[in-house]
């Protein structure tokens, strides 16, 4: 691998951030046994264990500790192992880059970090520097979208990896990797900051944000010191944490909520934003009130994840002529189906107090061996409730449970 020179590093901090913070874990994956992966004879063990089963491990490593040393056998093993975790989230690129354990569970998936670089990018950035950069899942993207990427990390392994990662993806023209404390990096110069603070320990996940590694309150002074900067924060984050100049995107991906974003320096004309991928579609908004509730109508519709999180709904009870069920549970109705990317539609076809064998019967008279079971503000479980149903034959339903103002309800139906 050509090493990625790193240029003289000017250290007058951003911020001081406190030493007793959370680390990246990463197990056995270090510098010292990364090297050897990168030599020939490195490569060639990767390529021969590419497509490798638990079942036949015992027996090819034997063999191929009788052909190489068995430091780099057990190195191959581990990064292969890696690998294959990786493809959910970084296609084919997984099979040409390098991970720590900790760096496939934590880095951005290949989409979401795309999105995030097209935004940057958009914005005019061209320079920007990555604290806190793990294995590089956004430093790729961004080197993509053409931007100069200063990547940072202290952990020596995530750094040998982004490295690698970067040589081995035919970027490392554009990125520069730093081992250090973010705190030390000084951003001058730059046209944004991005910082995605670690928020797990060798304890499990981190709630607290002032315990995040950098804290949340260093990251957002590290993100205004350039004329654009964003921040990684969980999905949960309470909106009343949201930095009055920031605008707070939520992030799905194929239904699922991934991350939420505080960004600054967008002049965003709205607080809050959802962004669904890989459609890309983006609802903006945050300032409309509640919509009204009322009867349940002849359709359902169940707000994706980050419209719900970005508190869109009312965005989107106005795109659909849509209402509440309830004012305090996050599905709308209307008598009229309007198609929207920003919510599942649902045709009902019974709408009837809840009730196990009420339901029971109606599923054996409809023999109805499927069931895809939905709730919001209820206590059973689908697991549970599939248990006691008991379904059986060759039809399917959807079942949406949910609790009213008027008593909880099931209703019945099928996606349109």
Request: charged share 25%; proline share 8%.
């Amino acid at each position: 691998m050509t090493p990625i020179p790193a240029r003289a590093a000017a250290v007058a901090p951003v911020a001081d951030a406190p030493a007793d913070r959370p680390t990246r874990e990463n197990g056995p994956v270090d510098t010292e046994n990364l090297q050897p992966l990168l030599t020939p004879e490195g490569q060639a063990l990767l390529a021969e264990l590419r497509e490798f089963t638990p079942e036949e491990e015992l027996a090819l490593a034997t063999r191929l500790r009788r052909e190489h040393p068995a430091e780099l056998v057990s190195a191959a093993f581990g990064q292969a192992r890696l690998r294959q975790r990786a493809r959910a989230k970084f296609g084919a690129d997984a099979d040409l880059m390098y991970f720590t354990p900790n760096g496939v569970e934590q880095s951005t998936r290949r989409g979401v970090a795309e999105w995030r670089a097209q935004r940057f990018a958009a914005l005019g950035v061209r320079r920007l520097a990555d604290l806190c950069c793990g294995i590089g899942g956004d430093v790729l993207a961004l080197a993509r979208a053409g931007i100069e990427v200063l990547a940072v990390d202290k952990d020596p392994a995530a750094c040998a990896a982004t490295a690698a990662n970067a040589a081995a993806l035919g970027l490392a023209e554009l990125v520069e990797v730093r081992c250090a404390d973010v705190a030390e990096v000084d951003v001058t110069g730059y046209d944004a900051v991005f910082t995605d603070p670690a928020r797990r320990t060798s304890r499990g996940r981190v709630f607290d944000p002032e315990a995040y590694a950098p804290p949340l309150s260093w990251a957002i002074e590290a993100a205004r010191r350039t004329p654009v900067g964003a921040l990684k924060v969980a999905p949960g984050i309470p909106h009343e944490a949201v930095p009055q100049d920031a605008e707070a995107e939520w992030v799905s991906d194929h239904g699922d909520v991934k991350e939420a974003v505080l960004w600054f320096g967008t002049r965003a004309a709205h607080p809050h934003r959802a962004t669904l991928l890989p459609q890309g579609a983006g609802l903006t908004g945050g300032d409309l009130p509640d919509p009204p509730a009322g009867p349940v109508g002849r359709y359902l519709y169940e707000p994706d994840g980050a419209v719900i999180r970005a508190h869109l709904v009312a965005e989107v009870a106005g795109q659909v002529g849509g209402r509440l069920i309830d004012p305090k549970i996050a599905y709308l109705t209307s008598d009229e189906l309007v198609a929207t990317p920003y919510a599942h539609a649902f045709e009902l076809t019974d709408v009837l107090p809840f009730g196990i064998k009420k339901l029971k019967a109606l599923l054996r008279e409809r023999a109805v061996g499927t069931v895809v079971i939905k709730k919001r503000g209820m206590a059973i479980t689908p697991e549970e409730l599939r248990r006691q149903l008991k379904p059986s034959g060759p039809n399917t339903v959807t079942v949406i449970l949910s609790r009213t103002d008027r008593g909880p309800l099931m209703m019945l139906g099928q996606p349109v």
